[in-house]
């Protein structure tokens, strides 16, 4: 007799809730971004802060950081470049790797840019306790690192 499959809810799952969460935030935070009318949406947003944190990082690097393919980011840098955020230099060694720095124009940027979005994740946590939002970021923490 063939065993029954396990039931499945998707709307338990850790993975989907994950993924439901984080499309909500980014989605508010575009729409907070074009309300006020900064030119970048959520995901754009994400590639200046890897860029602002470690400016001067090669863009393979910034892939690897952001989970995307190469060619997603070099089309992702490439919108941020033409707003003039952001400049993509050749390496010394090899003139084929870029190298990705943050422009006057992008460190201007991010000073809004950076407390709209901290407005946007304190409204994501509303209603819930520092400790509850520290034990949350605790535990996904420990998931990335499982299967990162």
């Known amino acids: 007799m063939a065993r029954k499959p396990t039931k499945y809810k998707l709307q338990d799952s850790l993975g989907y809730l994950t993924y439901q969460a984080s ?3 980014r989605k508010t935070i575009s729409r907070e ?11 754009q947003f994400s590639a ?3 860029i602002w944190d470690a400016d001067g990082e090669p863009q393979r690097v910034l892939a690897e950081k952001m989970y995307r393919d190469k060619s997603t980011v070099t089309r ?3 919108q941020i470049e033409a707003m ?6 050749s390496g010394k060694q090899d003139t084929r790797e870029k190298r990705i720095f943050l422009t006057e124009k ?3 940027l ?3 840019v950076t407390r709209l979005v901290l407005e946007v994740l304190q409204l994501a946590v ?3 306790s520092k400790d509850e939002v520290k034990i949350c970021k605790d535990i996904l923490r420990r998931v990335w690192q499982n299967l990162a």
Do not use: F, N, S
């Not at 971004?33 to 995901?43: I, K, M």
């Not at 003039?84 to 230099?89: A, N, S, W």
């Open 84 to 89: 003039g955020y952001v400049q993509r230099v």
């Open 110 to 112: 991010m000073t809004g």
């Open 33 to 43: 971004l074009a309300r006020r009318g900064y030119p970048l949406g959520a995901e």
């Open 23 to 25: 499309g909500v935030i």
């Open 106 to 108: 992008g460190r201007d």
């Open 126 to 128: 509303k209603g819930i």
């Open 76 to 78: 992702l840098v490439g």
């Open 48 to 50: 200046l802060v890897y």
